[in-house]
């Protein structure tokens, strides 16, 4: 399968600290996608990174991207109650687009 | 602009029915499309996709099917339910993220139950 896999597979913090969330993935890739899911709801993209690049910013959010431990992390700074929701990564082959298992966040008021 | 529509949001089959599912998109032509399934708690399950008209590649072997009758329609059907086609189910688009690279744009979904 050329699903990915998403570390840890739930997350609870406080508002206001920072999420982390890790993403391995098998094979290698042009780019890696982070998603994002509200309950019941389809997915929204949040941040792309290529495979040349090994760090991206985009307002509290923060991904790296190890192509030799084919892994990458996103970071929510400052988290926010609305912040809650199920964080995926997806990387794709051509036109085919794989997603991992998905971290699920909880952030507590 | 470009958006995508999902129907039925919500339905509940028997075992043994038939299965329609049909999502559209407007404002985009010959578009990449995608049908993921989602199971409870669990991640994306690329179904199928399709280039073009008529053009559907299958991912996992099941008793699925999806046909793209139109530039901008893409159906997923079953002839006979299980209870195990029980899920989320998702379809996209393939659109141009700010840099020339692709990102997926998704419906609201369709949930089914089969009981």
């Known amino acids: 399968s050329q699903q990915g896999e998403e570390d840890p597979q739930a997350l609870s913090i406080q508002e206001g600290e920072n999420a982390t969330m890790n993403c391995s993935y098998k094979t290698s890739i042009n780019n890696l996608q982070w998603y994002r899911q509200n309950s019941g709801r389809g997915l929204v993209h949040l941040i792309l990174i290529r495979s040349n690049e090994r760090e991206k910013h985009s307002g509290r959010l923060r991904v790296t991207l190890d192509t030799s431990k084919k892994s990458s992390s996103l970071l929510i700074t400052a988290s926010r109650a609305a912040d809650t929701a199920s964080y995926f990564c997806a990387t794709d082959f051509g036109n085919q687009f794989y997603f991992g298992t998905g971290t699920s966040l909880t952030v507590i008021p | ?115």
Do not use: M
Request: proline share 5%.
């Open chain 2, 1 to 115: 602009s470009q958006t995508i529509h999902q129907w039925p949001a919500t339905l509940v089959q028997p075992v043994g029915s038939p299965l329609s599912l049909e999502c559209t998109v407007e404002g985009t032509s010959n578009p990449n499309l995608y049908w993921y399934r989602q199971a409870a708690g669990r991640g994306l399950q690329l179904l199928f996709y399709s280039v073009g008209i008529g053009q559907i590649s299958s991912e996992v072997p099941q008793n699925l099917s999806a046909s793209r009758p139109q530039d901008r329609q893409f159906i997923l059907s079953s002839k006979k339910l299980l209870l195990s086609d029980s899920g989320f189910y998702l379809c996209a688009w393939l659109g141009l993220a700010g840099e020339g690279s692709g990102e997926l744009f998704f419906g609201e979904g369709s949930r089914l139950t089969v009981l």
